[in-house]
């Protein structure tokens, strides 16, 4: 499975941005793993944003993200979308889709449960 990270860019703080994640290749694969998105800031570790279950449309999110980012999917193409709306300056990061296969225990927030990683795009939040 290939993922392709888009959507990043520069944007006002309050302002919203969406992330999509597009999975090519084995791209039925995707419709039975989680789809996560984690976040890089310059210098510091990655960190988990929110995940879902594909086939089941659960969503998971980080504290710190729950009420601004919505984590979403689109079957017919193969892609998750993370809407980021009243952005801040600390949300100013490198933001990574990554797959993971389903498993009876795993920790979505962890970055070794995922087998797959797209690229990154990066979204910069200016004040």
């Known amino acids: 499975v290939q993922l392709q990270a888009s959507g990043g860019g520069l944007v006002q703080a309050g302002g919203s941005l969406r992330l999509s994640c597009t999975a090519s290749g084995r791209a039925p694969a995707i419709r039975s793993s989680f789809v996560g998105w984690f976040r890089q800031a310059t210098g510091k570790e990655r960190e988990f944003v929110a995940a879902l279950d594909w086939s089941g449309g659960s969503t998971y999110y980080a504290d710190s993200m729950k009420g601004r980012f919505t984590i979403s999917r689109e079957n017919a193409k193969a892609t998750v979308y993370l809407q980021m709306n009243n952005l801040k300056p600390e949300d100013t990061a490198v933001y990574y889709c990554?797959?993971?296969?389903?498993?009876?225990?795993?920790?979505?927030?962890?970055?070794?449960?995922?087998?797959?990683w797209g690229q990154g795009t990066q979204v910069t939040v200016s004040s």
């Open positions: 990554a797959a993971a296969r389903k498993q009876l225990r795993i920790d979505l927030s962890q970055t070794a449960s995922y087998s797959y």
